[in-house]
């Protein structure tokens, strides 16, 4: 009703890691080629460190350590998911190092 009112919000979104970018249709994996989980990129990375790509909190860490939610605070989701068929390795060589509802800027949205 009184959407003349609401503001148009921009959010930025950066990478998750440094790396080259790659067309999330070119990933070998349908599950994220085919968007089943929504749209987004791929990152080849070149080191191991995995920042917060937007200022939010951390709605979910996946049991296998591979992935986590984020929550905007205008209600964007977005999910940093790791490798593929990582959720095979059960967790071994991931380290989490923040903790569901714990909230996340890296500077980004500043």
């Known amino acids: 009703m009184f959407d003349f009112l609401k503001k148009n919000k921009n959010i930025v979104i950066k990478s998750p890691l440094a790396g080259k970018l790659i067309e999330l249709e070119d990933v070998p994996d349908k599950v994220f080629s085919q968007k089943m989980v929504g749209v987004g990129a791929a990152v080849k990375p070149e080191n191991d460190l995995v920042k917060a790509p937007v200022k939010g909190e951390v709605i979910r860490i996946a049991s296998s350590h591979h992935a986590l939610g984020i929550k905007t605070k205008i209600g964007l989701e977005i999910l940093i998911h790791l490798g593929i068929d990582s959720v095979k390795l059960k ?13 996340i800027d890296n500077g980004y949205n500043r």
């Open 91 to 103: 967790g071994r060589g991931f380290e989490i190092l923040v903790e569901e509802g714990v909230e």
